[in-house]
Structure formats: C-alpha cells, structure tokens
C-alpha cells in the first residue's frame, strides 16, 4: 500500500485530503501502524528536512503538524492496547529564568510528530523539576532551551543536577536556542545541539539509534 | 559558560615591545593599524584580549561565534580555520588570512589587521533630530540677575540671607550647594554684589557674573544601546545649538542589552567597566558641543538622559541583573536626579542630572520620552499607535483614557544583523531601493558604493520582491515562471546544492570590495521572524484594548529605521498594520524630543512621572494568545499596496 496521496497532504498541510485518504486506508484495512509511520510521520519527516532547508518556515510547519493531528485523531479508535509504539520518551522544557517558549514549542509539535510522546514541563524549569520528571517518566532525552545568553547557564546547571542525582547516564540532553552553539553543548557536556525544530527530530533519533 | 581566566594585569605599550619579552604563560598580541601591543595569557582569543583596548571590532553576538562579523586580519602564519569560520567566512577571506577575533586563540604571538578592508572614516547614519511640539518654556534651571545689598551695620545678616532678600519672596526658603557656598563670599564681592543667580528648584547652585545671566544652556542625551546623541540646548528659545552622536563604546561587549547584561554577570567589575564606557562617552559628547559652541564646562547645570531601562541603570552603576532573566525586574523604575559630578560627568560641579522614569525592565526612559513628545497621553478621541522599531521593538497604544505598551523580541534582523549581507546605517549601506519599469535603483547612504543593507533597504527590498511576484507570501523566494525575463526574475538564482534561490541584490561588479550583494531564503525567514513580533505585540495591544486596526487614528514612529523605512513597503510586508499612509508620520529621535521638553518644561518632568504610572505594561512573554498571533504574522500579506 502506497500512502503518497496522504504524505502529500500532509507536508502541504492540506487538512481535508489528508483526511480523506486517512480514512479510506482504515477503510480498507490498512494496518494502523502502517499508515501512522508510512503516511504520516514519514510526510512530517519531510517537514522537518524542508524545515531546516529554509524551504518552509514556521507557519506551514504547524499545519503540517495540525493536519497530522487530526489524521492521528482518526486513527485512535483502532489503536489497540500495546499496539502502537513510541520512538521514545522526551522531557522538554526552557531553562530556569527563560519565559520564552515559542522556539520549544515548534520542537514539541515536531517531535510529536515524528512518534515521540513529550512531556512538556512549559517555561523557567528548575533543574530539580527536570530532574524529578526525567526520573519519574524514566525519559530517554531531555531538551532544553534558552533564548536570552543570561540564562543560558542554567542549562549547565541543569546538566549538573542530572550528574548529582546520578542519572546523567540515562538520559540523553539534547538543547537549543538562538544564543546556543554546537560548542556550547560539547562544552557543557549536552549530548547534541539541534539549530531548529526539524533538526531536533534528526538528532533525537540520531541519540537513540533510530534510522 | 567557561569562565577563561584573565592575567591580573594587562600590560599595553605603543610601538615595539619589551626586548626580553619571553615567550612563557603569557604572549604578545600586536593589533595593527594601532601598533598596540597586549600581553594575554596563552589561549585567551583574540576578541577577550580587545574587549578592554579601545580597538572596536563589529560583532553582534558578544563573542559566542555566531555572527561571523568580529573579522580580523591574521599576519602571522596560522593554522586552519575552525569549523564556525569555515562556515561564517567566504573562502577568498580565509585565504587572505581573515579569521574570526572571538574564534581565535592565541597560542602564540601574534599580529593582527583589525581593518579587513582598507576603509577611510566610517560615516554613521544616526538619527540626531526630533519633531518637537510647541511648549510652553518654564526650564529645569533658571538664572536670574539679582542685587544683593553689601553687608552693612544695618544689615549684618549673612550673604546667604542678603540673596534670599534680593530674590524676593519666592525664595525664602533658598537653599545653597555646598560648592557655591565654598566660594560665595569672594565671588560676592568679585561681582560687587550684583550677579546672576543659577537657581534650580530652590537651591541656589552658582552666583555668577551678571553678565553670563543669558547665558542659559542645558544638555539633554539619548543613550541607545547601539548610538548616544547629545544635543546642547538654549533655555532662552530651546534651540538646539549643537547636535553630536557616536557609538556606544560598550558595543565591544555585545550589541544587544541581553549581551552587556551578561558581561556584567561574567566580569567582577563588568557593571563599573560599562558605567565607564558611558560616562567617558558622554564626557566626549559634552566636550565637543562645548568646544564648536565656545562655551566652558561650567556652564551647564543641567542636562536630562534618556534610554532603555538598561543602560540607565548601567550609566547610574546600578546593577541591571534583574532585567537579563524573568521574571525582568530592574532595581528602579522612578525617575531620578542626581548630582552628575556623583556619576562622573564633567560639567559644572553642582550640575544636576535628571534621569527620566522607566516603566519596566524593557519599557524605559526613551518610550516614555517617546510618549511625551508625540502628545498621546494628551489625546482625548484619537487613537495613536507608537513604536520605535529596535533589537526590542517597544510599542504603545491609546490615549489619555488608557494606554498599553509592550516590549517585543524582534532581534536585531530590523538593524541588519543576522541578514547575510546585512549592516548597520553607515556609509555603504544601502538604505532604499525603487523599482521602475522593471529595472531595480537603489540609494546608499554616503553616496558611495554599496557593501550591504540596513533595516530601511531591506524592508524596500522585501516589499519589492513580493509585489513582483518573487517572493509568496509564506516568505519562499522562488521564480514566477521558467521563461521569465524581467530584470528582477533574472536576478533570482539558484543556490549551488539545493533548491533555495537567492537574489542577487548587487552583482560583484557594483560593490564597494567586489563581491556580490545577494538576499538569501534565510535573510527573509530572519525578517519574517522580527516583523511577525512586532505585528504579534501590536496585535496583543489591540485585542487586549478591544480596538481594530480601523479605529487607529495616527501611527507614530520613533527611531531610525522608523525615520527612513517607507510606509508603503512597511504596510506590505506586514511591519505596520495597513491604514492611510498619511496616518504615518515619524518623529525621528523622539526619546531625545521627550528628553527636551523635560529639559525645557518642568511640568513635563511630572508628566513622565505621571505617564509611567498610568501607562499598563503588557507582558508578552507570558500572553496566551503571542504564539498564535506570531505564528500568523511570520506570513506576508497578499495583497499589493500599488
């Protein structure tokens, strides 16, 4: 089964069509699985790549992600018990001091759209809050971001409060914001740098050693 | 962030260095054309051993190897560039040895060319001149001739006493400065008892010889992050009698206040470094004024500063830590008077220096000063919409019954940073461009040849290409059809490697140093990205006011690009809401007008006071609906406006 009508729809951001096709493939009995990884998530994979080129930008990227929301709405009443997987667990969040969300927020939806489940833990995160929910939702990568130089400290300290608690080794730190360098990641010991939304999708699976 | 240690003591000598310097811990770094020569310690790069030199190197990132705008010119042998220069810097510019300051380490001696290009003096476009309206003259300080009875048998009170007699009634509660009183009895009886009393409040500052009772000067200054004005101003009429600008010297540390803030969080003695730096600055300001207008320091009393909550903390040496993280609050927001002798500045030693209020950590003095001079708060019926467009685009909306304001996120994309070939307002840049049949002109500033854009030409340039069909409106650069011929579609080219396109704004040929002027697909996501928050802040004001775009009655713009961009093209690509044109009006350097009428009107003294506390602050960073009115913003609008 070929899903290049719903991929299409979906990088376009075309709500309707990509509706539409979604439901006749559960119509025709499509393995749900299938159509989530084959159709959509491989359409917002698109995304992402065109993303990052610069040949999309921020508003077409978010129908994208709405437009693949509303196909996975569809396909949740036949999801069975254990049936579909996650890529992985992510904790997101911005650092202590920083309000600004807009830059984690495009990385949630795009995480969320290549099969990752986000806890999202909002603005300012104190490092033990990271800490707690790593610990608790037993997270595979955490991210971070900072849009303001002044805080960007805290993601050092955060990384910090991860060695403290002695469970740095099992969380992959991925961060981001408009002052952060690949450098600065190596620098504070961050396991990768993602410049933008569609970058951070490549380097969370790149972490976790998913093609 | 690493915290690189600094030698204690940074030895500079002019000319040839120490013969038996040896090569230890420490090397020598000669910095060309000023044959400075620095000892650094081993490993410090280039940009750390600058920051506290008087060499100016361009750089908008602070240092962090972002910007690729701190180029210096490597004489001595060095290795390969590391990977941020391979990216930032053109191959022709690594092979002639150009390298990024804050990229390099010095490992061992070395010369470095801080001048990449051989330039002549840089020619600065700011914006010194504001639209003032008219007021009714009461200034801060007064000067009055004045006849004080010599002491006598019949009259042995103190001289003190025998001024508040000559002054009249008003002044009976005359108090005098300690410096004048220092000297009050010689220059009494130099002046035989008739002079001029310079009188501010009700404190006596100066007796004076009558004749300097015309004399009657004030000073006022904008300090903006990137440019200081200072403007000498007659109390008589309120003329302005000189008019001087320069660069903030503390732009060595960062463009952006966020930047200086954190140089202050770095360095022990960050925060008195950068009071320095503004102080010396204005002292500079002050003495030039002085000296084309003939005038003595001592003969300002008074002078009025203006500037974003930031640096007047930095200029009064308070720590301004708050305002760099959430949740943003500064040590005070109440304007101040200070004595400037208290904070360096080199004028009469009982000068006063009132420093105008700030609302909040982002909405300072200058949007009020702003405020002040466009009358808003005065406005019963008309609705005003203000915005100095910045690296913070503050904005406010209303009349006397309310008014909002906000600070907006823009970066610094609208001052030409972050843009590829992207620069500041100074000579070379190219500041507005005109499309006529087809064929695309442009005017640079200084008249000469053109080596990139600052904000004004890149907004021209932008509207250009979307009402040429060039551009669509999600902001792809990409061509009409194949077959297109017009002058403009030839210019678009395809990138080498993918499927981006960039246009070619001046081909090598044209420019000042030969290499072409192009606008990238990234050059126009930067400026999608700041127009979207200053239309999103707007937008907020708006809805939180329960207003449209209709019911606004007059568009201000404060600053330069809001002096020099043209509405057309700030309406097409979505900068400024669409309304009338006519409804646009800029007011240049409106923080500088406001500061002026303070200078030259007591009552507007108390009217910034007023403004600040009537005036709501609305917090963008934390408003529900941003993301969305963002988001929605980053596209251009459709329609063409001729």
């Known amino acids: 089964m070929s899903y290049e009508t719903l991929s299409d729809a979906v990088v376009k951001g075309d709500i309707n069509t990509a509706k539409e096709a979604t439901q006749r493939a559960v119509a025709a009995g499509d393995n749900i699985q299938d159509i989530l990884d084959q159709g959509l998530i491989a359409a917002m994979d698109v995304v992402g790549g065109q993303f990052s080129k610069g040949l999309m930008f921020v508003p077409q990227m978010l129908r994208s992600a709405k437009t693949m929301q509303e196909c996975v709405e569809l396909l949740k009443p036949h999801f069975k018990e254990g049936e579909v997987t996650t890529k992985g667990k992510v904790v997101l969040g911005t650092v202590k001091g920083d309000l600004h969300d807009i830059g984690k927020n495009l990385v949630r939806m795009m995480l969320e759209g290549a099969g990752f489940s986000v806890i999202d833990l909002q603005v300012d995160v104190a490092p033990e809050a990271f800490v707690a929910k790593v610990n608790e939702e037993k997270a595979e990568i955490m991210g971070m971001s900072a849009l303001l130089s002044t805080t960007m400290p805290a993601m050092s300290q955060t990384i910090k409060a991860l060695v403290d608690s002695g469970i740095r080794d099992r969380v992959k730190v991925m961060i981001g914001g408009a002052p952060v360098t690949a450098n600065y990641a190596e620098e504070i010991g961050a396991d990768a740098y993602a410049p933008d939304a569609g970058s951070a999708v490549i380097e969370a699976k790149k972490m976790l050693g998913i093609d | 962030m690493k915290k690189t240690k600094k ?71 060095i290795g390969p560039p590391i990977r941020e220069e391979a990216e930032l810097l053109s191959p022709e510019e690594l092979k002639t040895g150009i390298r990024l300051a804050c990229r390099t380490k010095i490992r061992k001696d070395l010369v470095v060319h801080t001048e990449v290009s051989d330039e002549e003096v840089e020619f600065f476009q700011i914006l010194k001149y504001g639209q003032m309206p008219i007021i009714q003259m009461d200034p801060l300080l007064d000067k009055r001739p004045v006849s004080v009875q010599p002491p006598s048998l019949e009259n042995p009170a103190s001289d003190v006493d025998r001024i508040r007699e000559g002054l009249g009634q008003e002044y009976r509660h005359l108090k005098v400065a300690y410096q004048c009183l220092s000297s009050l009895y010689e220059d009494l009886r130099k002046t035989k008892f008739e002079g001029t009393a310079v009188l501010h409040d009700e404190c006596l500052l100066a007796w004076q010889p009558r004749k300097m009772a015309a004399r009657r000067y004030g000073l006022i200054f904008d300090i903006g992050t990137s440019t200081l004005v200072g403007a000498l101003v007659s109390l008589l009429d309120g003329q302005d009698v000189a008019v001087v600008s320069r660069l903030n010297s503390q732009n060595r540390h960062g463009s952006d206040v966020i930047s200086r803030i954190q140089y202050v ?42 500037g974003n909550t930031t640096m007047q903390h930095m200029f009064l040496g308070l720590d301004p830590r708050g305002i760099a993280e959430a949740p943003f609050a500064p040590v005070i927001t109440e304007g101040m008077i200070v004595r ?16 105008m209020p700030s609302k909040s950590g982002y909405i300072g003095g200058d949007l009020l000063g702003f405020v002040l001079a ?37 970066g610094p ?59 669509d409106a999600d902001g792809l650069l990409r061509p009409i059809s194949e077959e297109a011929t017009s002058e403009m579609a030839s210019r678009l080219v395809k990138r080498a490697g993918n499927e981006l396109h960039d246009f070619v704004v001046v081909p090598s040929a044209d420019s000042l140093d030969g290499s072409e002027i192009r606008l990238t697909q990234k050059d126009v996501r930067e400026l999608q990205l700041a127009k979207a928050a200053i239309a999103a802040g707007v937008k907020t004001l708006m809805k939180t006011m329960g207003v449209d775009t209709k019911d606004i009655d007059v568009i201000y713009l404060a600053g330069a690009l809001g002096n020099y961009v043209h509405p057309l093209s700030a309406m097409r690509i979505g900068l400024l809401p669409r309304i009338d044109p006519e409804k646009i009006i800029p007011l240049g350097n409106a923080a500088s007008t406001g500061a002026k009428m303070v200078l030259l009107s007591k009552q507007y003294w108390n009217k910034s006071a007023e403004i600040a506390q009537f005036i709501e602050h609305v917090e963008l960073s934390t408003h529900p609906n941003l993301f969305d009115y963002f988001v929605k913003e980053m596209s251009f609008p459709t329609e063409n406006l001729w």
Not at chain 2, 31 to 52: C, F, N, S, Y
């Open chain 2, 7 to 77: 030698p204690k003591k940074k030895v500079r000598y002019k000319g040839s260095p120490p013969a038996n310097a040896r090569k230890k811990k420490f090397l020598w770094l000669n910095v060309l054309p000023q044959d400075l020569w620095i000892k650094v310690r081993r490993g410090t790069t280039v940009w750390k051993a600058l920051e506290k030199t008087n060499v100016n190197l361009e750089g908008e990132c602070g240092g962090l190897g972002k910007c690729g705008k701190c180029k210096i010119r490597v004489i001595t042998a």
């Open chain 2, 265 to 306: 969080k770095e360095h022990s003695r960050g925060l008195s470094q950068m009071q320095r730096h503004l102080v010396e600055d204005l002292n500079i300001l002050s003495r030039r004024m002085l000296q084309v207008t003939h005038l003595a320091k001592g003969d300002i009393a008074v002078a009025v500063l203006a």
């Open chain 2, 374 to 410: 466009s009358g808003a708060a005065n406005e019963k019926d008309r609705l005003v919409l203000g915005l100095d467009f910045g690296t913070n685009g503050e904005i406010f909306l209303g009349n006397r019954e309310r008014m909002l304001t906000c600070s907006a996120a823009a």
């Open chain 2, 340 to 355: 400037a002798q208290d904070v360096g500045l080199d004028l009469h030693p009982e000068a006063v220096l009132y420093i």
């Open chain 2, 413 to 471: 994309a609208l001052e030409g940073a972050r843009i590829t070939h992207g620069m500041i307002g100074k000579a070379g840049a190219i500041e507005g461009f005109r499309c006529d049949v087809n064929s695309l002109h442009y005017r640079v500033i200084g008249n000469i040849k053109p080596r990139g854009l600052c904000g004004s030409g890149l907004v021209d340039l932008v509207a250009l290409l979307l009402h040429h069909d060039l551009l």
